[in-house]
């Protein structure tokens, strides 16, 4: 399995909270991705990562920031967390060696009450 | 924009039950195709992946065959297990800037019953 954790694995939060989900890798892949899954959505592209420091927006990134200082992190945050960010957040991570095929981490299922 | 639309779950079978589901997909120039499968609790594990007209990717018994002329990529199994019940997602990308950007379709949810 690729190297990759996610921080917390669940938490629940208040509307109105600032919330940050952390990612790491172990495998130095360039590439790094946080999706959001919701029912009959399958997974949709919040931000990306093309290099340290190096972020763009994805599919639906209103209401997200993210950052990478370093090549293993890659940080999502809400920064006042709304009910309709309740959803599973999924890190991935790709590199060009590798196909660009994504590797994904185990998730972050998040609840905003 | 790229887009992919996969079969309505959930699909219910019996074991040993032959298993088709269905993918088309809408994109500009030659994207790479994927079927990734979903297990609870768990994130995505790439299944299979298809990078140009015609290929065939297969794994663990599972096959999908790229048709450039159909815009499809559709998953088949010849004989299910219950091992097999899960979420699968098919998705297509196009390499650009973020490396391999992927544009997801739904989810279709199988179900196998013993």
């Known amino acids: 399995d690729a190297g990759i954790t996610q921080s917390p694995r669940h938490k629940v939060t208040e509307t109105g909270t600032p919330v940050t989900l952390r990612c790491h890798q172990t495998?130095?892949?360039?590439?790094m991705y946080w999706y959001r899954q919701d029912p009959g959505h399958g997974l949709r592209l919040i931000h990306y990562?093309?290099?340290?420091?190096?972020?763009d927006k994805g599919e639906v990134s209103d209401g997200y920031s993210v950052s990478r200082s370093k090549t293993e992190d890659f940080l999502l945050t809400l920064e006042s967390a709304t009910s309709s960010q309740t959803s599973v957040y999924f890190c991935?991570?790709?590199?060009?060696?590798?196909?660009?095929?994504?590797?994904f981490g185990p998730g972050t299922r998040l609840t905003v009450t | 924009g790229d887009s992919v639309t996969q079969m309505e779950g959930p699909v219910t079978l019996s074991e040993e039950a032959f298993l088709t589901i269905n993918c088309t997909y809408t994109a500009t120039g030659y994207p790479s195709l994927f079927w990734y499968v979903q297990y609870p609790g768990e994130g995505l594990q790439l299944l299979l992946k298809a990078t140009k007209a015609d290929d065939k990717g297969s794994n663990k018994g599972f096959e999908a065959t790229y048709r450039k002329e159909t815009t499809s990529f559709h998953l088949e199994k010849g004989s299910v297990q219950v091992s097999d019940s899960a979420v699968y997602f098919c998705a297509l990308s196009a390499n650009n800037n973020a490396g391999n950007m992927l544009t997801f379709g739904g989810g279709t949810r199988l179900m196998v019953k013993p």
């Open positions: 991935a991570i790709s590199e060009r060696l590798a196909g660009y095929e994504q590797y």
């Open positions: 990562s093309y290099g340290v420091k190096d972020t």
């Open positions: 495998e130095n892949h360039r590439y």
